[in-house]
């Protein structure tokens, strides 16, 4: 049962969009939901309906961070959790485009990188890495051409795809994904990269 829902930092036309939009929603559901285009507005209304100390940082309280909230929370089977985490929604334009993820690792940092999607076609990702201090002419190819497809099964369901399980060394890198070539729509592909020391 939803007990409150605050939005924060969105934009100001969706102010105009979400008074359309609840007049179609239950009174009691619509009086739920705040919005708030002025974030410093939207934090201030987060502290009034949560403790300070349980609120995250990064929306000015004294508990941990979002992102060490969910790195915590990933932790499975006894494993630390990852140091840091990489999530980043990449678009892949339709009829072969590309769409590309650049990141960066530390030395003795390692990767698990994860794709997940509802793409009905699928699509195609090469990794990249360029050596620190090093420019594009030195890239090395880590990942080529992995194919991100669904099964035949015919469902329009989410899935998912290992794409480096122990991505190690230091550089900059750079993922390059590419839908398939009879692909009507853009795509889009949740790349989710959880980093380890």
């Given at each position: 049962m939803l007990y409150r829902c605050i939005i924060i930092n969105a934009p100001s036309f969706f102010a105009v969009t979400w008074r359309i939009i609840r007049a179609?929603?239950?009174?009691?559901?619509?009086?739920?939901?705040?919005?708030?285009?002025?974030?410093?507005?939207?934090?201030?209304?987060?502290?009034?309906?949560?403790?300070?100390?349980?609120?995250?940082?990064?929306f000015d309280g004294m508990g941990p961070s979002t992102q060490?909230?969910?790195?915590?929370?990933?932790?499975?089977?006894?494993?630390a959790p990852p140091?840091?985490?990489i999530v980043e929604l990449v678009s892949v334009k339709r009829g072969g485009g590309e769409g590309t993820l650049a990141f960066d690792l530390k030395p003795n940092?390692?990767?698990?990188?994860?794709?997940?999607?509802?793409?009905?076609?699928?699509?195609?990702?090469?990794?990249?890495?360029?050596?620190?201090?090093?420019?594009?002419?030195?890239?090395?190819?880590?990942?080529?051409?992995?194919s991100v497809a669904r099964s035949n099964n015919g469902?329009?369901?989410?899935?998912?795809?290992?794409?480096?399980?122990?991505?190690?060394?230091?550089?900059?890198y750079t993922l390059v994904g590419k839908s398939e070539v009879k692909s009507k729509a853009t795509e889009y592909f949740l790349v989710i990269g959880d980093v380890y020391e």
């Open positions: 179609f929603l239950d009174k009691n559901t619509s009086m739920k939901i705040e919005l708030y285009s002025n974030k410093k507005k939207g934090q201030k209304r987060l502290t009034e309906l949560i403790d300070e100390n349980s609120l995250p940082s990064d060490e909230i969910l790195c915590k929370n990933s932790a499975k089977n006894g494993e140091k840091r985490r940092e390692k990767m698990k990188l994860q794709v997940f999607t509802r793409s009905e076609l699928g699509g195609h990702f090469s990794l990249y890495r360029f050596p620190e201090g090093l420019k594009s002419s030195n890239m090395t190819p880590v990942l080529e051409d992995f469902e329009m369901t989410p899935f998912s795809a290992d794409l480096v399980d122990d991505l190690t060394g230091a550089g900059e």
